[in-house]
């Protein structure tokens, strides 16, 4: 398996490793097109890549982005909405040029053609280059959610009660206000990009990340199929990697 891993003492040390591995990707490769996830494991990554903006100039100028992943009937202008959680944590604070920054749109009259014109953007761009990945407690990846069958390009998801309760924090702590649809880019969409780095700290991960590196592929841990992939990076910290039987 092409999977490389690394274990940190902290999820503090990955934000930062995981930090400046994109700033070196952008130095290399100004041009570069990223792939970024929401939730609340990149949160320190997207503190670390702010600083190291401000600090040492990281500069996304001429740098592209796609989310994975958007809230299906939600506008980019909600709070709750993943495109204000870009806002918040990344975009407002580094040099990124506004018409680089793509995102699917919530709100679309007609979800199916948004999708198409989501996957359409992402091929005029040539590609993502290296894309960012958070896991699910359940193992899913962007929002494709365990099933007897995954999709493989951007489409329209219903969220299971699991994913919904871990966003709740987005929409007042009260579930019922998350919505159960969303936006995700597919499987083929993610695995398509020529890097990829996956980022997962806490307990609570160990066993999703155990099964995604170890496990079978299997649709009911939509990770696995990151085995398929010849250039995986998994970034965990050690509460994270616990059930590894490598390290
Ligand atoms: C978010 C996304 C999801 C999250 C995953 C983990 O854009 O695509 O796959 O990465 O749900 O979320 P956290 O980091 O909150 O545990």
Redesign the pocket.
């Known amino acids: 398996m092409m999977v490389e891993i690394s274990v940190f003492a902290g999820a503090g040390q990955l934000a930062m490793a995981l930090a400046d591995l994109v700033a070196e990707r952008l130095r290399r490769t100004p041009t570069l097109v990223l792939g970024l996830?929401?939730?609340?494991?990149?949160l320190g990554f997207y503190r670390q890549m702010v600083r190291i903006a401000r600090e040492a100039g990281a500069d996304f100028s001429r740098a592209t982005t796609f989310?994975?992943?958007e809230f299906l009937g939600v506008g980019p202008e909600e709070p709750g909405s993943?495109r204000q959680y870009m806002e918040r944590h990344l975009f407002r604070h580094i040099n990124i040029d506004r018409r680089h920054i793509h995102f699917l749109d919530g709100a679309a009259q007609d979800p199916a053609a948004e999708c198409e014109r989501y996957e359409a953007e992402i091929r005029a761009a040539g590609g993502i280059d290296l894309q960012v990945?958070?896991?699910?407690g359940n193992g899913?990846?962007?929002?494709n959610e365990p099933a007897g069958s995954l999709v493989a390009r951007t489409h329209v998801v219903r969220l299971q009660l699991q994913?919904r309760r871990?966003n709740a924090s987005l929409w007042g702590g009260d579930v019922t206000r998350v919505p159960r649809r969303a936006l995700s880019m597919g499987m083929a969409t993610i695995l398509h990009a020529r890097s990829v780095v996956l980022m997962a700290t806490g307990a609570e991960k160990a066993a999703c990340v155990s099964a995604m590196v170890d496990g079978p592929l299997t649709t009911r841990m939509p990770a696995s199929f990151l085995q398929l992939h010849p250039e995986v990076h998994v970034m965990l910290d050690r509460a994270a990697a616990r059930g590894l039987r490598r390290k």
């Open positions: 996830p929401t939730g609340r494991t990149p989310n994975l992943d993943y990945l958070g896991i699910g899913h990846i962007g929002f994913t871990a």
